[in-house]
């Protein structure tokens, strides 16, 4: 009797035949994410995997006590069209966690929200699978007392002091990426408060690319580099995530946030925080109020430009750790505000028609102001970057009395999956023993043993009832400081994979960001976008993308498209045209200066009591002057030296705020190229060619640059015109830096770049 043949099975095969007859030799031009060109639709028949690029092969098969099998490599990768759990069992949905109603609670029941998030935690060891690169502090937290009007929270009474660590991070790349590359910034804050620790782990976005927790590892898979060559490291400029955002259009607004100039902050100190999620804040009468959190530096929120990311990346991939821990050991503490929104906690849990549920979505400041209810101030870098900032272990399940979580179902499975995520990480149950995570809160919670246990628990009876250990520990009542969940009504509904219908908008709300921007801001965005998309192999999915930048607004996919060398889509989403919220661009206002970088150029022929003098105003200003010279040591007599921080080999522009030119220093004996590549062996011996560089390129990055003495002849041989914006170059040495500080409060001349959108 003949074997019935499997329809789907058949059609699988046969594709796999085409393929493999499509594939051939070779690419003739490397870089093809896949053997064969993607449909710019979504493939919608079921076919069995791909097979491998003809440049590719697996290990050859073995056991594990190393005998041969004779297995073909194909027998043992992924096999079948369609998806399945671990065991094998299909299944018809993988984009909605199973909840109480679309708008209900995430449901524990959902097997395969947990098979997915709690193999998605444990991919990668040790280090964390995203958010593995950062840089933390150690600080405290006053509260102002605004807030105990809506939260009983015992560290938000006026006046107390809480410790903090704080851990800032990228998100895709591994511990050995760069600081600087475009990405979204982790900005984690373990609070240990009297009523045990509090974690407020949020980004430095509002939004994020999903709206429910199954959809993360979806995200994270495609941001990561390509599992076959593991590249690009740290980088969204690929293939997979921009298929997967241009298809999953619910990306779309956080996408826009990272192609904006906060993807590249300047520092971690001038970054905004967010708690991304909708909270619930709980009085001392009981009554509830939904929040969102808010951190707002002090020093205000800026941004590199996308050249000087770049040349970071490379000449310091340190770059922000390494103004982190220099600004707090010179004694300029980075400070924010915490701010809340706050929004009747109603059954519907929206606010003028934003449903506060779908962490896809802002509320404009316009709308609902942010109140400050208190400062945070680091104020000293750990001793151990592996017992402190790698062993650090956050978890939005860490929640105090008076804050407590809504139905958003991104903070749902979150809240499963920070726990479990710890695990493998730090080797266990017991990781809030280790010293930076532990409480600073009397702890009696009957867990026993478990790997790494480091208390000595005594008794006999870690249970309750009992009463061989007199009954303790007893439980508290509300009276007495314990946590009581906030008895929210569930809505009685069918337990189904849904979204509400209020999550579909994708567009609105992005188009409301580029209207927010200014055309300098819009210029960084479409360059961003360009760039990216560019960086892409596949047609389709780069002709996806500006369909997607059609339906926010048709100027920007025009002049993505004209950089691309495509034709501009129409959009299919209905546009409109929502007031533009000056809280989302960075521009127009000023900054204090605390811990911002000055360059000082000068040699021992220079105007050196000059030096002298604004060396020292910049420090008494609280800000880090460093002296840039031919060469190392010291310039100057020896009864008054000057020390020398940088020379012309070891600067470059990225490091610095502004530049002072104090006169036209001689070149320095290693300006050459077989000695410095940076050098230039065919510029003029007058003026070092690294100096012109590093002049140009602060120049170009909109940098505000004084000078005096004979400085004007060095300007004019970098092509810099002495009447340009931001060029300060009359009147004395302390007359110049008065302007460049000036300058300096709007973090960059931003008059130096010509917009054309």
């Avoid at 990228?170 to 240990?192: E, M």
Wanted: glycine share 10%; with cysteine; hydrophobic share 40%.
């Amino acid at each position: 009797m003949s074997e019935k043949k499997n329809p789907v099975k058949a059609a699988a095969d046969n594709v796999v035949e085409a393929v493999q007859d499509a594939v051939g030799p070779g690419n003739e031009i490397p870089g093809a994410p896949g053997p064969v060109p993607p449909p710019v639709d979504e493939p919608t028949d079921p076919t069995g995997p791909l097979p491998p690029k003809s440049d590719q092969r697996g290990p050859d098969t073995y056991t594990p006590t190393g005998q041969k099998t004779g297995v073909p490599e194909k027998e043992v990768a992924q096999s079948g069209a369609y998806l399945t759990t671990a065991q094998g069992v299909r299944l018809y949905d993988t984009d909605h966690s199973l909840k109480a109603g679309a708008r209900g609670p995430v449901l524990l029941q959902d097997h395969h929200l947990r098979e997915k998030i709690t193999h998605f935690d444990h991919e990668r060891i040790p280090e964390r699978v995203v958010h593995a690169r950062g840089a933390a502090a150690h600080g405290v937290f006053r509260a102002y007392g605004t807030a105990a009007a809506v939260c009983k929270a015992a560290f938000l009474a006026k006046d107390v002091e809480t410790p903090v660590f704080v851990r800032f991070s990228t998100v895709l790349g591994s511990r050995g990426s760069a600081d600087t590359v475009r990405d979204t910034r982790g900005f984690a804050t373990k609070f240990y408060t009297e009523e045990g620790v509090f974690d407020l782990v949020g980004n430095n976005i509002p939004v994020f690319f999903i709206q429910d927790a199954i959809k993360f590892p979806d995200v994270i898979h495609a941001g990561k580099p390509h599992p076959d060559r593991e590249i690009p490291q740290a980088q969204s400029a690929h293939d997979t995530f921009w298929d997967f955002v241009t298809l999953h259009t619910e990306a779309t607004h956080h996408t826009l946030w990272n192609m904006s100039d906060r993807g590249i902050p300047r520092s971690y100190r001038m970054m905004e925080g967010f708690g991304v999620h909708t909270f619930r804040l709980v009085d001392a009468e009981g009554t509830s109020t939904l929040v969102k959190f808010h951190w707002k530096p002090k020093l205000g929120v800026h941004s590199l430009v996308w050249e000087e990311a770049q040349i970071a990346a490379g000449v310091d991939p340190d770059f922000h750790r390494r103004d982190l821990a220099d600004a707090i050991e010179a004694g300029a503490f980075p400070q924010w505000e915490l701010g809340i929104q706050t929004f009747p906690d109603t059954p519907e849990q929206n606010f003028a028609g934003i449903d506060l549920l779908d962490p896809t979505k802002i509320v404009p400041e316009e709308m609902a102001p942010v109140q400050p209810i208190g400062l945070l101030t680091l104020n000293a870098n750990p001793s151990n970057y592996f017992a402190e900032t790698e062993q650090v272990a956050f978890h939005l399940g860490h929640l105090v009395p008076g804050i407590d979580v809504t139905d958003d179902p991104l903070l749902q499975g979150r809240l499963f999956s920070y726990l479990d995520t710890q695990l493998t990480r730090l080797g266990g149950p017991n990781f809030g023993q280790l010293p930076i995570n532990r409480t600073h809160a009397p702890v009696n919670d009957m867990l026993r043993d478990g790997m790494h246990q480091t208390a000595v628990h005594r008794g006999v009876a870690p249970y309750r009832p009992n009463s061989l250990d007199g009954g303790c520990p007893f439980v508290a009542g509300e009276d007495t400081g314990a946590f009581v969940e906030v008895p929210a009504k569930v809505a009685a509904s069918l337990k189904e994979r849904k979204a509400p219908a209020s999550f579909d908008d994708h567009f609105s709300q992005p188009r409301l960001f580029w209207l927010s921007m200014t055309p300098t801001e819009r210029e960084h965005i479409i360059a961003a976008y360009t760039f990216e998309l560019g960086k892409c192999y596949e047609q389709a999915v780069k002709e996806r993308a500006l369909t997607v930048l059609a339906n926010i607004d048709g100027e920007l996919c025009a002049q993505v498209a004209a950089g691309l060398g495509l034709p501009a889509p129409a959009g299919e989403a209905r546009l409109t045209d929502p007031a533009p919220s000056a809280a989302l661009s960075q521009l127009g206002q000023t900054w204090p200066l605390d811990g911002r970088i000055v360059g000082i150029v000068a040699d021992a022929n220079a105007d050196l009591d000059g030096v002298r003098t604004v060396r020292q105003a910049v420090l008494d200003g609280g800000m880090v002057p460093l002296v840039i010279a031919p060469a190392g040591g010291t310039i100057g007599p020896d009864d008054a030296p000057v020390t020398v921080q940088r020379t012309f080999t070891t600067a470059r522009s990225i490091e610095f705020d502004a530049l002072l030119v104090a006169g036209a220093p001689t070149p320095g004996a290693d300006g050459y190229g077989a000695r410095d590549a940076k050098a230039d062996d065919a510029q003029p011996s007058t003026t070092d060619s690294r100096l012109l560089l590093l002049l140009n390129e602060a120049f170009r990055h909109g940098k505000a640059i004084g000078h005096w003495g004979d400085a004007d002849a060095v300007l004019a041989q970098a092509a810099i015109p002495g009447d340009a914006p931001g060029v300060a170059g009359a009147g004395s040495a302390t007359g110049v830096l008065d302007q460049v500080l000036q300058l300096l409060g709007a973090h960059r001349v931003w008059d130096r770049f010509p917009t054309a959108v």
